[in-house]
Structures are given as C-alpha cells and as structure tokens.
C-alpha cells in the first residue's frame, strides 16, 4: 500500500514506476517488436519496413506504398532513426504506453479511490492485451492522443464551472489530436469525434452559442495546424494524390465493404463488444440524476461511448481495431464503479450490480484474442517456432548481395524483406493479389513496370507458377547458379542484355 500512494503522491516516481512497467509490459505484449525476439509480423511489418525506407530517402506512397495515414510511417521511420533498427520503434512504443498510463491514471483518480483506481488501469492493461494483436499498430500509437484530450476534458467538467468557460486552447489541442488520429487511420478519431460532439450539446443546451463557435474555430485551427503542413508536404513532392487515396479514399471504401460483408457471428461478437457502451449509454440519465458526478462527464461519457460503437461497426472486425475504444470502456467503467457506491438500498445496489454483470459481458469477445496472444509469446519467445522461416529469406542472401537496390518480391510480406536486410525497388512490394482486388489498376502498373524496367531480383513463393512462368518464358528471368527450385521461395535473377 505504501507503494501504491507513492506512486499516487509523487508525480515523478509515478513517472518512472509507468515507464518500468511499460518497458516489461511491452517486453512481453509487443511480440513482433520486442527484443526478446527477432521475428517480424504482418501489418507492422509493412510500417517497419516503410520507416526504414523514409530513413534511406524513399518516400511514401511513391516509392513504397501502403493503405494507412503517414503519421504511422514516420513514427517507425523516427524509431530507425535513433537507433537504426527496430529496437528505436520498440523505445517509442514503452515511451508512448507509460505516457498513455499517466493521462488514464490521471482519469480514472478524478473517480476511484487507489484501490479500485488500480481495478480500471488492471482492465485497461487486459483490454490492452485483448487487441493490441503485432504491436506498432496504428491503434496503438493513436491511444495518446485519445486520451490527452480525455485528461483535459473531464478535468474541466468535474470542476462543474459553467460550460461556456470551456477554455479555447482545449479546444486547439482536439483538433491537433484530431489531425494526428486522422492521419493514423481515419476511424481511430472516434472517440475525439464524440468528445467534440459531447461539448456541442452540452453548449447548445445552455443557448452559449458564441462559445461554440469559438471553440468550434478552435477544433479548426487545431486539425489545420497538423494538416495543412502534411498536405503541402506531399502536394511538393507530388505525391498528394495517393497520399489521399491510400489514406482516406481506400479506408473508406474498405471499411464499407467490411461493414457489408460480416457474418452473423461476426456481428454477434460486435454488438456484443459495444453493448457496454449502449447499456452505459442507456444508464446515464439515471447516473445524472444520482449525481455520481458531473452531469457533463456523463454526457460526454455516452457521447464518446456511441461514437466508439459506431466506429466499430465500420471495417471487417479485426479486434484490433477495438484498441481506439479501450479509453472509453475504461472511463464507462470508472463511472459503474462510482455509481455501484452511491447508495446504501440494498434493492437499488442489487439491481446496479446485475446491470454491471450484464455489461461485463463485454470482456468475452476479447478473451479469444488474449489467449492468443500469449500464445504469440510461447510461440516467439520460448520455443522460437518462427527460426525457420527467418533462416528461408536471409538465404536468399547468398544470392543477393546485402543492401542491394534492385529487389522485388510478389506476393510476399514485408517481414521477408526485413530479413533479408533489403529495401524493396518498387513501391507496390508485398501482398499485390489483396492489393489488385481494391485496387485493379496495381495490375497494369505492375506489368508496365516489369516489361519496361524491371529489378534485378525477384523473389517470390513457389505457389506462385502463373507469374512464375510470365516471368521466365516471357521476361527471360532465370535461377540464379547452384539455387535449389525445390525451395518453398523461389528467387530469380534477370539476365543482362
């Protein structure tokens, strides 16, 4: 206990308790990035890469190319910076979750004593584990600016000043977070969106209609201060026009057509999954009238909480993406706790708790992914199962030469490349297949390229016998001296003149 109001008391060792606790935190949970291992993922496997590459002077969308905001491109590419590997990005990631940690702590004390306090960062931290899925993904970094703005929001509210006071640098500071989420992936703004949308109602309730058009002048400025530079920065390096569609333009069609194309049990877990925030959202006028605390909050709280839902619904349903509503479950929780105590009548409390039960329901869609997780650890860590493939792709490089600039792979994921100690030479580089059937037009670039140009190396698994046999029929490709075909990847070497 004495630790426990040390860390409480002092802000400094809170610091550095968070920070220790996020380095061995992520140790563990970042399976893909942690220096217990060498192996790459998937999703976070393309970011690495595509920051490795800013670092070498490629630049996104032009030279390597992927469907994400750029925000997470250049986190990872100053990760490779400080340190020149991954070991940089795994540092940003332990600095990014103890900071998330003090804006939460910071949250959650505004409502529970230190001992329950501790119950909400404890859920936190399982959710956490319930979604991350690689680690360094977008949801991940976006957590921060999530809750940079939540801090500042229920710290005015609970001080229950008249909402109209509502301070115009706040206001700055959400659109800044806004731009910074937007630029990760359009749907991890959600909760920013419904904390925005929150402070709305709660002015046009009062009739304070200069204060909202102050504070919406604000929310403006802010998201202009983070995009405009981004926008212009791509616009000079002509690079604009995929900067948008990768980021905006796909995203969205990609989460409409995952929104179409989910199966009953998929949407099952969903609904299940958000029926905490629909069950919070339908508590709250009953919490406002038991001023469990300020009435502000609660709106704020069922404003965010149905923003988050609403997102969820979006994409295919990777539970990855239910790491952007981490924040809110635990806030949403924070505020059952608090209403739990707030009476005395035994029926009144009986009643409470089923409805806490009920909303703890919530926790069952993540547990699948919790187990699988720390099936990633036994995998990665202990028995170190992925050493086989690792040693596949660094073969290939007794063939191409370390560093070389002209290779290619089709078909392959990124983590190959990164093995092998390569930067890609065209920027549609990994999975062109799921590529092509967003976007059909990669196919023609694709063979215009190889007809015209085309890389030294190409690599690429043995599955693939339609392209392998354009390739060395068509194109003249061959294997390099002493290969052995009979390899699950297969490389080949184009033949001079």
Not at 85 to 109: E, K, T
Not at 205 to 230: E, H, I, Q, S, T
Not at 310 to 337: E, K, N, Q, S
Not at 427 to 435: C, D, H, L, S, T
Request: hydrophobic share 50%; charged share 15%; proline share 4%.
């Amino acid at each position: 206990m004495k630790l426990l109001d040390r860390i409480d008391h002092s802000p400094p060792f809170r610091a550095a308790a968070f920070f220790f606790f996020s380095f061995v935190f992520q140790s563990i949970c970042s399976v893909y990035n942690t220096p217990l291992n060498p192996y790459y993922g998937y999703d976070s496997a393309f970011f690495l890469l595509i920051g490795k590459g800013i670092v070498a002077g490629k630049i996104p969308y032009l030279d390597l190319y992927d469907q994400k905001g750029p925000m997470v491109f250049y986190i990872n590419a100053l990760g490779y910076l400080l340190t020149g590997d991954r070991m940089g990005v795994f540092l940003l990631q332990v600095v990014f979750f103890a900071a998330s940690l003090l804006m939460l702590y910071r949250i959650v004390r505004c409502f529970l004593d230190i001992k329950r306090c501790w119950m909400a960062m404890g859920l936190f931290c399982l959710l956490y584990i319930g979604t991350v899925k690689d680690g360094d993904m977008t949801e991940e970094w976006s957590l921060l600016f999530s809750l940079i703005p939540m801090v500042l929001a229920v710290g005015f509210l609970r001080r229950e000043i008249p909402v109209k006071a509502h301070p115009f640098g706040y206001s700055v500071v959400y659109g800044i977070c806004t731009g910074i989420l937007v630029l990760f992936r359009v749907t991890n703004a959600a909760l920013l969106a419904g904390l925005i949308f929150g402070f709305s109602m709660l002015l046009l309730r009062k009739k304070a209609f200069l204060a909202l058009g102050k504070n919406a002048l604000g929310v403006m400025f802010g998201f202009f201060v983070v995009a405009a530079p981004v926008c212009l920065y791509f616009i000079h390096l002509g690079a604009f026009d995929s900067f948008i569609y990768a980021s905006l333009l796909h995203n969205f069609s990609y989460a409409v057509d995952g929104a179409s194309s989910k199966s009953p049990v998929e949407w099952g877990a969903i609904i299940v999954s958000v029926a905490f925030f629909l069950l919070t959202a339908a508590a709250a006028p009953r919490m406002a009238r038991d001023k469990i605390t300020s009435p502000g909050i609660i709106t704020l709280a069922s404003c965010i909480s149905l923003t988050g839902s609403f997102a969820m619904t979006l994409g295919y349903g990777y539970r990855h993406y239910f790491l952007i509503v981490v924040p809110a479950i635990t806030l949403d929780y924070c505020l059952w706790l608090t209403w739990l105590d707030g009476t005395e009548n035994k029926m009144v409390r009986f009643r409470r708790w089923a409805a806490a039960v009920l909303t703890a329901l919530v926790l069952l869609p993540y547990v699948p992914q919790m187990v699988r997780q720390g099936g990633k650890v036994v995998y990665n860590d202990i028995l170190r199962t992925p050493e086989s493939e690792k040693l596949r792709y660094e073969a290939l490089n007794q063939y191409v030469p370390r560093g070389s600039d002209s290779v290619w792979g089709y078909n392959v994921r990124a983590k190959d490349y990164l093995y092998m100690g390569v930067l890609p030479c065209y920027r549609y580089f990994a999975e062109q297949e799921w590529m092509m059937e967003a976007n059909p037009s990669i196919r023609g670039e694709l063979e215009e390229y190889l007809t015209q140009d085309g890389p030294e190396w190409i690599f690429l698994g043995s599955s693939e016998t339609e392209m392998l046999e354009w390739l060395t029929v068509e194109l003249g490709y061959t294997f390099p001296e002493g290969f052995n075909t009979d390899s699950s990847v297969l490389l080949l070497q184009k033949q001079n003149g």
